[in-house]
């Protein structure tokens, strides 16, 4: 009903600059939020940035000020923006979002997962 693709993932250098999208389509009603976590090796799953449809995003403190999250509201895009890249920023990036389907349920989605790779 309802589908979450990432991209724009790959291998870069330390320093390096990515920018990942995640697209929703389907059976979308409204939107409220669209969030990217990641998940390294032997890790568990961890919160980078919370965005709502407003002007309020919410960072992880081990990225703030290197990322940036923005929403294209309009196309159910987010985008995650990721400079001044470190190898521990390596790990699988995933898009959530919580949302109102057509049918009338509210519920969360995920994306695949995108690699990113920073090398030292």
């Known amino acids: 009903q309802v589908q979450l693709v990432e991209s724009g993932g790959g291998l870069v250098q330390a320093g390096g600059s990515l920018r990942l999208s995640c697209a929703a389509s389907?059976?979308?009603?409204?939107?409220?939020?669209m969030d990217w976590y990641r998940q390294a090796p032997g890790k568990q799953r961890e919160l980078v940035a919370v965005k709502g449809s407003g002007d309020i995003t919410n960072y992880a403190e081990s990225v703030k000020g290197r990322f940036t999250c923005s929403r294209d509201n309009a196309k159910n895009l987010v985008y995650l923006q990721m400079n001044s890249l470190r190898p521990e920023d390596t790990a699988v990036y995933y898009c959530?979002?919580?949302?109102?389907?057509?049918?009338?349920?509210?519920?969360?989605?995920w994306g695949q997962g995108t690699q990113v790779t920073v090398s030292s």
């Open positions: 959530y979002t919580y949302l109102l389907t057509t049918d009338g349920v509210w519920r969360g989605y």
């Open positions: 389907g059976r979308i009603s409204s939107i409220t939020r």
